[in-house]
């Protein structure tokens, strides 16, 4: 019964994070020039190149939707396109200088939101805190085994 408490407790919170996250997103980009999902794929880009492929799956987007926020991107000039010369089927996306330049203001904007949210804890508690979501996002990262085997998410896939 104390797991079964612990884990409807937990569903809450992290279903109330989840939603406050997106409500945050969607306000802070509102009057900027692209959606959540677009600031998600410039973010992955950052690093680096990646095939069409590897981004969808950075960015947990099916590869279709992916071509359509890739495509307004490149209309924007914040991402190019371009075909692998040793393999022209695979097509890499690249951020561009202006993606850059905007990727680092969202995230400046960013920072500064989370700094604040920070601040609500108190003093002793705000590295608990911090570690624990650092925490939390190894144990949802894609590569994590245990998180592809749960059953709760794996009936939910469709495609």
Do not use: W
């Not at 999902?37 to 947990?60: F, H, P, S, W």
């Not at 097509?91 to 939101?113: K, R």
């Not at 700094?115 to 990262?141: C, G, M, R, T, W």
């Amino acid at each position: 019964m104390e797991n079964l408490n612990s884990a409807t407790r937990a569903y809450k919170a992290f279903t109330q994070i989840a939603r406050s996250i997106n409500r945050m997103m969607r306000e802070q980009l509102s009057a900027g020039p692209i959606t959540v999902q677009q600031c998600y794929a410039l973010e992955a880009l950052v690093g680096g190149d990646k095939t069409m492929t590897q981004l969808a799956e950075d960015v947990a987007l099916h590869q279709s939707t992916l071509t359509r926020i890739v495509e307004k991107l490149e209309k924007q000039n914040l991402v190019i396109r371009k075909r692998k010369p040793d393999n022209q089927r695979v097509v890499e996306v690249q951020i561009t200088d202006e993606g850059h330049t905007l990727h680092q203001h969202l995230h400046s904007q960013c920072l500064q939101s989370i700094s604040s949210l920070i601040q609500n804890f108190p003093q002793e508690k705000q590295d608990v805190a911090i570690e624990s979501l650092e925490l939390l996002a190894d144990i949802l990262s894609p590569a994590n085994l245990n998180l592809q085997n749960l059953t709760c998410l794996s009936n939910l896939k469709t495609d």
